[in-house]
């Protein structure tokens, strides 16, 4: 009763959100950046006061889609950590 699972375009699905309703995040669906990028500045407003953010694929590569993202959760989030997996995971969260 707590999580919802949607399918499709994640901007489409996040535009008809409610602010300050999404208390976890996880970003991994495109590999076009711009998408990528669309998604996460939709989702900022829509987060919750208290909330995880994670960004997958933010260390590999060949993953340019999420360099800016990855920027921005660094420079931007007081909290963030990094974790060491196979294409790099970034957490930004507010608790």
Do not use: R
């Not at 407003?45 to 260390?59: F, H, I, N, Q, T």
């Amino acid at each position: 009763s707590y999580v919802t699972f949607l399918c499709g375009d994640s901007v489409e699905h996040l535009k008809t959100f409610p602010e300050k309703h999404i208390n976890f995040v996880w970003l991994d669906s495109s590999e076009d950046a711009k998408h990528a990028m669309a998604e996460f500045n939709w989702v900022q407003p829509l987060l919750e006061s208290k909330y995880v953010l994670c960004v997958d694929d933010y260390g590999s590569p060949n993953s340019v889609k999420w360099q800016a993202i990855s920027a921005i959760i660094k420079k931007d989030y007081k909290e963030h950590k990094t974790y060491k997996t196979p294409t790099g995971l970034i957490v930004g969260y507010n608790e």
